[in-house]
Each structure stands twice: as structure tokens, then as C-alpha cells.
């Protein structure tokens, strides 16, 4: 077996470019990453600001829960104010079936009715013909103005005549 210089030296010489290769890219790293230095101190004042604002925050809802914690609902008179509004509610709809049953036992005689409604309309009918009636009578019994007019003024210039014939006597 016999050493093959060429191959061998080939190989290494591959080997060493991409080596080269690879360094050469890695610094083109690192130089862009020195260019591209994040600003550390205006980042932890981002930072600091929404720590401070979250810490703000949960202590005002600890102080709200320890406000809730502090008001405990009065049970007994919350339960007594319900008890009361449905008795009440509950005597009202007995009541309502009360009178609901009363008015069904109290069933109008409608023959009654009809007799009673009846006589009254006869009555109201009888009350009007006769006030047609009298109606009818006084307007037949008006005077004739004009003629009665006419009258009177024969008469007044009788007398006026009259009046004058005796003056002239």
C-alpha cells in the first residue's frame, strides 16, 4: 500500500479551506453582533417600568380583595327581606283566588237583569216620547210674531188715532 500523496493532500487542503471558511464566517458573526449591541440600560428601564407597573397593580387588587374580605353580607336579614317579600306576594295571590272564587259564586240572574234593563229602557222610552209630545205641543202653541206684530200695530195706530181725534176735539 503506498501512501497517495495527492489524494491525501487534496483532502487536507479541502479540509483546511473549510476550516477557513468556517472561521471567516464566525468572525462576520461576531463583528455583526458588536455592531449590533443591544442597548442594555434603556432595556432594564422597560424592564424596571413594567415590573413597577404589575407590582402597582397587584397590590391594588390586594387591597380590593381585603376590602371584599372586610364586607361579609348580612345573611340573616338578606334571607328575612326575601322571606317577608314572598309572604306578602304569597297572601296576595290567596287574596286573588279569594275574590276570584267569590265572583265565580256570584252569578248574575240574567233573567232578572233583562226584566230590571228592560223596564228601565221602557221607562226612558216612555220619558222622551212624552217630552216629543210636549215639544210638539209648544211649537204648535208658538205665537205667529208677525202676525201678532201686525195685530198690535193695528191696534196701536187705533189708538194713536183715537189719540189724535180727540186732541183735535
Known amino acids: 500500500m503506498k501512501p497517495d500523496f495527492l489524494k491525501t493532500g487534496d483532502a487536507i487542503s ?3 479551506a473549510e476550516k477557513a ?5 464566525s468572525r462576520e ?3 455583526k ?3 449590533l449591541k443591544p442597548d442594555i440600560i ?3 428601564e422597560l424592564i424596571s417600568k413594567s415590573i413597577q407597573e404589575k407590582a402597582f397593580l397587584r397590590e ?7 376590602k371584599r374580605m372586610e364586607i361579609k353580607p348580612d345573611i340573616t336579614k338578606a334571607s328575612q327581606a326575601i322571606k317577608s317579600s314572598i309572604d306578602k306576594k304569597a297572601f296576595r295571590i290567596e287574596k286573588q283566588k279569594e275574590m276570584d272564587q267569590k265572583r265565580m259564586k256570584l252569578k248574575p240572574d240574567f233573567e232578572k237583569s233583562s226584566d230590571a234593563i228592560q223596564k228601565t229602557i221602557g221607562e226612558k222610552a216612555f220619558i222622551i216620547e212624552k217630552q216629543k209630545t210636549r215639544d210638539s205641543e209648544l211649537t204648535e202653541l208658538k205665537p205667529d210674531i208677525k202676525g201678532i206684530g201686525s195685530l198690535i200695530e193695528g191696534k196701536i195706530e187705533e189708538i194713536e188715532q183715537k189719540k189724535k181725534d180727540e186732541n183735535t176735539t
Open 14 to 16: 479541502t479540509t483546511v
Open 21 to 25: 471558511f468556517r472561521i471567516e464566517k
Open 29 to 31: 458573526i461576531d463583528e
Open 33 to 35: 453582533k458588536r455592531v
Open 42 to 44: 434603556k432595556t432594564s
Open 60 to 66: 391594588k387588587h390586594r387591597i380590593e380583595d381585603s
